[in-house]
């Protein structure tokens, strides 16, 4: 009698910007620290990559708190970009992904387009992976009256200009408080972005209904979790339509499902930002989640089913 042969794994694996990730599933900037701190629970190396918190040319320690409030299904925080600098980034934090096998992108952030183009500098001779530009923090105070991601040609500027400094695969993260986010997106694709992360935080705001005050010290904050899930899809299915350059869809993704959502939309990958705080297994189990969703739908390679949402004609 014949032995059945062994079906083959389903291929997670996939190149996003010219990296090779494991498969599709990344950390979100912001929530996954500089990846040393979830170390003791999260096996880092099965990751697709991690894209570590955002780094600024100075230390800052951030807004005043409170900084952060659970709402209905998402959270508001106000952290204003606390990171340690570039420096001690370099010097304290890089040495330990030396023990790792996971692509690191370097979040960045810059008041101005020539702090993105030193920082971009700054790190195109270290050991990362790629670089996300950080152009939509909505909890932190601007000189200028909008932040650069909502405006298309600050964003083109900025990007065009980060692009001549650096030959490191470069990711731009949107905005969701725009008008137009497709616009915004192929600004960065003509600019020379090698891909896009959409979405940011949406701006909101709590208040203490007792004293009739602000809950949040700034007023507003950055609004995340599964709350925001069904806009930041409905987002990047529209910049699927409009930019070739591949897209992370980042916005509530707590479950398989949830991924798999994004990823049918036009995502070639997807980014856990809000779920780690509520378990910090969440990509785990989303890979794993991913993985049995192929094998029980004979799913071959992720690749096939990236844009694959089927629309009914009008």
């Keep these: 009698m014949m032995r059945k042969a062994k079906e083959k794994p389903p291929n997670l694996a996939i190149e996003l910007a010219g990296i090779s990730l494991k ?21 880092l190396n099965r990751l697709g990559a991690i894209v570590a918190k955002t780094i600024t040319l100075k230390p800052r320690l951030g807004n005043e708190p409170p900084r952060m409030v659970e709402t209905a299904s998402g959270v508001l925080n106000s952290i204003g970009l606390q990171n340690v600098g570039i420096d001690a980034f370099i010097n304290e934090k890089l040495p330990f992904f030396r023990e790792y096998d996971v ?7 810059g008041e ?14 270290e050991k990362i992976t790629g670089l996300e530009l950080n152009l939509s923090c909505p909890n932190i105070k601007y000189d200028r009256k909008l932040m650069f991601a909502q405006d298309a040609q600050a964003t083109h500027q900025v990007v065009s200009r980060v692009r001549k400094a650096t030959s490191l695969p470069l990711m731009v993260k949107l905005s969701p408080n725009v008008t137009d ?22 701006t909101g705001m709590a208040i203490d209904i007792e004293n009739r ?8 904050g950055g609004l995340s979790g599964p709350a925001i899930k069904p806009i930041a899809l409905r987002m990047v299915y529209e910049v699927h339509k409009t930019v070739k350059i591949p ?23 997807v980014a856990i930002g809000t779920g780690n705080f509520v378990d910090s297994l969440t990509s785990i189990k989303v890979i794993d989640g991913i993985r049995e969703y192929m094998v029980k739908n004979k799913i071959k390679d992720i690749k096939s089913i990236v844009g694959s949402l089927k629309c009914p004609k009008s």
């Design 112 to 125: 101005t387009t020539d702090e993105y183009v030193q920082l971009a500098k700054t790190l195109q001779g």
């Design 23 to 43: 498969n599709p599933v990344m950390v979100a900037s912001g929530t996954f620290g500089y990846g040393e701190e979830y170390a003791q629970l999260v096996d």
């Design 247 to 269: 897209i992370i869809g980042i916005g509530g993704i707590m479950t398989a499902g949830d991924a798999l959502e994004f990823i049918i939309a036009g995502a070639k990958a």
């Design 213 to 220: 005050k602000p809950i949040l010290h700034q007023i507003t």
């Design 181 to 202: 986010i497709a616009s915004i997106a192929k600004m960065c694709e003509e600019a020379g972005a090698d891909g896009v992360s959409l979405i940011n935080t949406f």
């Design 103 to 109: 692509p690191l992108i370097v979040s960045i952030a």
